[in-house]
């Protein structure tokens, strides 16, 4: 049979990306505008191999074609389970025949009439399938897409804030614009967050129990991860990571991100522990079920050492260096201690922040930081005090920790702002609501509050200021599913516009 040269390049092609041993999966049609139905044809299709393959019938080949074959390969193209699409110059039939896939689908309509692909395909033991997928591919797509938009409707301002510490809008764009100055050190717990978008199916007959069918798995840096690829996707000249992380696939999926974002990640191997792994199982915007692989014993004096020795180098002109720390063994005291010394010898502004959600930590052991952001719980555990109010706890904390400015996390709550006012031996404290009024994922708040009021200080701006923009940072942040970096347009959009409360 003799094909187009471009059909045999195409096949040459696949020949070499699919690798000995995968299942390929072959679709053509004429895909006009791309609608549901062949979302669900081209999912049921992915599901069914391990390489999809789609053929777009050039123009005169669809008879019913409506739009050009570039315009109706883009759209193909654009779908994640596509592995390959092409324009089909020849027929389906004679493609396949010399292409061979390893199974073939058609959609469900077809399976009565006659089918000349059904003999090619048997005569070298492939499959002809039949479906039109099921109807999960709507939320799917929506849940693809909250990943990746902000709901900027549901984020409000605070005009008298802004009043009352004196600054305004514009104040915050030229902030923005400053950040490529800042040289960024983070150190801290790498983590990565999996995220299991499930369909709910009903209750069990057997037990109590919730059944739900996957339907989405996506992963996110996290931890002090994700505050690196904030502070560089922000706009920092250089930003250098270091970190403990297992010697698995999930290290290197860290690394790989990290690098694409422009991360110089310094990733210490520790054979004892894997690179720590959660899952979040989510119906719709709610979370069935979290589980963490992970291992929480302190690093060896060895890889101490090796963290310390990152660090100094990761320093070297360093404006900015931040303690992401999740209590899992990654910053043992003796190594605080260290960098802390060295960070007020070398004049390097440090902040930390200590997470103590499912396990134990104290932010103030991170002695002498410009800032410290704790929520009201991990400042309770640090200070082993359950009974004052949030000013006199913020105070204590300052005082243990010898900090310049604390700010207590409060969730839905907002802020409280417990900050050196410039007088000598005073501190005020004020309260910021919170900006976002319908978060969608509070899982990446802390982080962005941190990282972007940090930025804003090192580059000298008033505490108020920058936990303002801190705050703005962390709407956008919660208003989408999943740590995903912050970018400056992100906040742009918010200060230009003109609503404020």
């Known amino acids: 049979m003799n094909l187009l040269p471009a059909s045999v390049k195409t096949i040459e092609l696949l020949r070499k990306q699919v690798a000995q041993g995968k299942r390929t999966v072959f679709v053509s049609g004429t895909f006009n505008i791309v609608h549901p139905g062949h979302l669900r044809l081209l999912r049921f299709a992915a599901e069914n191999g391990d390489f999809l393959v789609v053929g777009v019938l050039r123009d005169g080949l669809a008879a019913n074609a409506q739009l050009s074959q570039e315009s109706r390969l883009e759209g193909v193209a654009a779908i994640s389970w596509v592995n390959h699409a092409f324009v089909l110059q020849d027929s389906p039939a004679d493609f396949l025949s010399e ?8 959609g469900k309509e077809h399976e009565n009439a006659e089918n ?11 499959q002809l399938l039949f479906g039109s997928g099921d109807t999960t591919f709507s939320s799917l797509e929506l849940l693809r897409r909250e990943a990746e938009i902000i709901n900027h409707s549901s984020i409000t301002r605070s005009k008298e804030y802004m009043d009352r510490h004196q600054f305004n809008l514009a104040d915050l764009t030229s902030l923005l614009d400053e950040f490529h100055r800042l040289k960024v050190c983070v150190i801290g717990d790498t983590i990565v967050d999996e995220y299991v978008q499930c369909d709910p199916l009903g209750m069990s007959q057997e037990d109590p129990t919730i059944v739900v069918a996957p339907i989405l798995t996506e992963r996110f840096i996290g931890g002090a991860a994700i505050v690196a690829a904030h502070a560089r996707n922000l706009g920092a000249k250089s930003v250098e990571f270091v970190s403990i992380s297992g010697t698995d696939d ?3 999926y860290v690394a790989e991100k990290l690098g694409g974002y422009g991360v110089n990640a310094r990733l210490v191997a520790d054979s004892s522990r894997p690179t720590t792994l959660k899952q979040r199982y989510r119906a719709g915007n709610k979370t069935l079920l979290r589980v963490s692989h992970l291992r929480q014993h302190k690093i060896s004096k060895i890889l101490q050492k090796q963290v310390f020795e990152h660090v100094m180098e990761a320093m070297v002109d360093a404006d900015l260096l931040i303690f992401s720390d999740f209590n899992y063994g990654a910053l043992p005291q003796d190594l605080v201690d260290r960098i802390c010394e060295e960070c007020l010898r070398r004049n390097v502004m440090m902040v930390a922040d200590s997470q103590s959600s499912s396990q134990v930590g104290d932010v103030s052991r991170f002695k002498s930081a410009a800032l410290l952001t704790p929520t009201e719980r991990e400042a309770r555990i640090a200070l082993g005090n359950y009974e004052d109010g949030l000013v006199v706890l913020a105070e204590l904390l300052r005082q243990s920790s010898n900090a310049q400015n604390v700010v207590i996390t409060l969730g839905a709550e907002g802020i409280l702002i417990h900050a050196k006012d410039g007088k000598e031996g005073h501190w ?8 976002n009024t319908a978060p969608k994922d509070s899982a990446g708040a802390g982080d962005s509050l941190l990282v972007c009021s940090a930025m804003a200080m090192a580059l000298g701006r008033g505490i108020w200021e920058s936990l303002y923009l801190g705050s703005l940072a962390a709407a956008c942040q919660v208003g989408r599913i999943g740590n995903v970096p912050l970018k400056p347009e992100d906040l742009l959009v918010e200060i ?4 404020l409360y």
């Open 428 to 435: 005020e404290t004020d309260r910021l609501a919170a900006l």
């Open 496 to 499: 230009n516009k003109s609503n």
């Open 99 to 106: 292409l061979r896939p390893s199974v073939v689908v058609k």
């Open 116 to 126: 000349p692909e059904r003999a090619i395909v048997q005569s070298y033991g492939g």
């Open 250 to 252: 999930t290290a290197a």
